[in-house]
């Protein structure tokens, strides 16, 4: 079974700081994994996924997130934040290559982006 | 980008009833169907795998006979929440897996909050 954990339950940080979230994750098969953010009262978006290949993942509104296998971590990063990226931020894990299997997700890191 | 839709978005019963949830693929054709519950500020949790045409697979500690879920087409799979009571309350979210796109591709609906009085 894979698991997810998510070492930070919140993370405030200043405007134009940068921010990194941490995501660790446990599987003894390959794994694709995901970063998702939820706004308020509002579903998941996608911001960014490894599949295969280079480890450093670029996503959406400037977030990248860098898969590293010996540590099994997947952490989300962005070197400037802004106030609208203020929201709660979900990592995922799937087992690879099995279409049927549902998403398991990190607990979620609460992002509060202050002026 | 593909869309998935829920109905209602916000739906406040009372105790006892029974309340539906629909979870349609606007624009592509979804074999398989997820449920997930999402408390105030908690993960979300899978309920349930709907797949079109069989019996959904139900986590362990989920109620089949109190979540019933339905996959019925290729774009529309339901949850029924019967006999609702309070501790019900929750956020319930949807994806799909689109049967045509990549294998990792699966696509989230807005969630429907429900309220039970």
């Known amino acids: 079974a894979q698991s997810v954990t998510q070492l930070d339950s919140q993370v405030p940080v200043f405007e134009e700081a940068p921010v990194e979230l941490r995501c660790n994750y446990s599987?003894?098969?390959?794994?694709?994994l995901f970063w998702y953010v939820q706004y308020p009262n509002q579903g998941l978006q996608l911001l960014l996924k490894?599949?295969?290949?280079?480890?450093l993942v670029k996503g959406i509104n400037g977030f990248e997130a860098e898969f590293n296998k010996s540590q099994t971590s997947f952490h989300l990063r962005k070197p400037s934040v802004h106030i609208s990226d203020t929201a709660e931020y979900f990592c995922?894990?799937?087992?690879?290559?099995?279409?049927?299997?549902?998403?398991?997700f990190g607990k979620g890191t609460t992002l509060s982006v202050s002026s | 980008g593909a869309v998935v839709s829920q109905h209602p978005s916000r739906v406040i019963c009372k105790s006892g009833t029974s309340v539906k949830i629909e979870c349609r693929s606007l624009?592509?054709?979804?074999?398989?169907m997820f449920w997930y519950r999402q408390f105030p500020k908690q993960s979300l949790m899978l309920m349930a795998t709907?797949?079109?045409?069989?019996?959904?697979?139900?986590e362990q500690g989920v109620e089949k006979d109190k979540f019933l879920i339905n996959h019925a087409s290729l774009t529309l799979s339901t949850l029924t929440v019967t006999s609702a009571h309070p501790e019900d309350s929750s956020f319930y979210i949807c994806?799909?897996?689109?049967?045509?796109?990549?294998?990792?591709?699966?696509?989230f609906g807005p969630g429907t909050r429900l309220l039970v009085l």
């Open positions: 599987s003894s098969v390959s794994v694709y």
């Open positions: 709907s797949n079109e045409g069989s019996k959904a697979t139900y």
């Open positions: 490894y599949l295969s290949g280079s480890t």
């Open positions: 995922a894990v799937r087992r690879a290559n099995q279409a049927g299997t549902a998403l398991i």
């Open positions: 994806s799909a897996r689109d049967r045509g796109g990549r294998v990792s591709t699966q696509y």
């Open positions: 624009d592509f054709q979804a074999t398989t």
